[in-house]
């Protein structure tokens, strides 16, 4: 695992429940697994992904497991009314389960902070029985753009993303879930893209994703980026404020999303 760039403050907290809000249907849309599967969610933080999951699974069996004591401690007291949900702190790339252990693997936001994605991936192929499915959503930041256009607020995206490829991650990982997955040796990948496009018209996506999800995001990495030299204080803050600008009335936000299935089937 490599660091996580976003920090764990509880602003990103709050950012992360508002994303798992506003992105409700594209995330957990076709998350819907058979009674009794056994599904194991790695990565899951502070339980943002693992209340939708269960809630739209309650007759499923889920281990949710996050390398981070911290976060774990969140996700179980926000998910303490679920009933079908057992947390475990684990390593991604050593999961603590037996072979084919899970009918199901839902792995949301996790590949893009991973220095080897290849290697989870082959981790978690082995803990998955043979004929059962793998789910990977994952965000694009290179996929992003608003309007109006303004030159400082993609200096500032491209912050995001170069602080993350210097931490070991991929903020860019969302357009590789296709080959990530041949090459894992999963069957039959297939992968949507979901594009969420805000414009006034959406006041409740200007709000969850514009403001509260994507631009705060880019605003937790401020100090990251100043440290590191990425971009001047007067230039990080314009595009800042050119991000807010595109929240107004006359602007619009464009994203895309990526979802994987793909199945394990014998060799």
Not at 60 to 68: N, R, Y
Not at 131 to 141: C, K, L
């Amino acid at each position: 695992m490599t660091t996580y760039v976003h920090g764990y403050s509880k602003r990103e907290t709050t950012r992360l429940q508002d994303q798992a809000d506003a992105l409700v249907d594209i995330i957990h849309g076709e998350a819907i697994f058979p009674p009794g599967s056994r599904i194991l969610e790695p990565g899951c933080g502070t339980g943002s992904q693992t209340i939708t999951l269960a809630a739209n699974n309650p007759e499923a069996i889920i281990t949710s497991m996050d390398v981070s004591a911290d976060s774990l401690e969140k996700a179980k007291s926000r998910a303490a009314h679920l009933s079908n949900v057992t947390f475990k702190q684990g390593d991604i790339y050593d999961l603590p389960f037996e072979d084919e252990s899970f009918d199901h693997v839902f792995v949301c936001f996790v590949l893009e902070h991973l220095k080897d994605p290849d290697k989870a991936l082959l981790e978690l192929k082995r803990v998955l029985k043979t004929g059962g499915s793998i789910t990977v959503v994952e965000g694009d930041h290179g996929s992003f753009y608003c309007h109006p256009r303004s030159k400082a607020a993609m200096q500032a995206v491209d912050c995001l993303i170069k602080s993350q490829a210097l931490a070991g991650g991929n903020s860019l990982v969302g357009r590789e879930i296709y080959p990530l997955l041949r090459k894992a040796g999963f069957n039959t990948p297939v992968v949507v893209p979901h594009i969420v496009y805000v414009d006034d018209s959406k006041p409740e996506l200007v709000e969850g994703f514009s403001k509260n999800t994507f631009t705060a995001m880019i605003e937790g990495v401020r100090e990251k980026a100043l440290e590191l030299g990425l971009i001047d204080e007067a230039t990080f803050d314009e595009g800042v404020r050119g991000l807010y600008r595109a929240t107004e009335e006359d602007g619009t936000f464009c994203y895309t999303f990526f979802r994987g299935t793909a199945v394990k089937n014998e060799s």
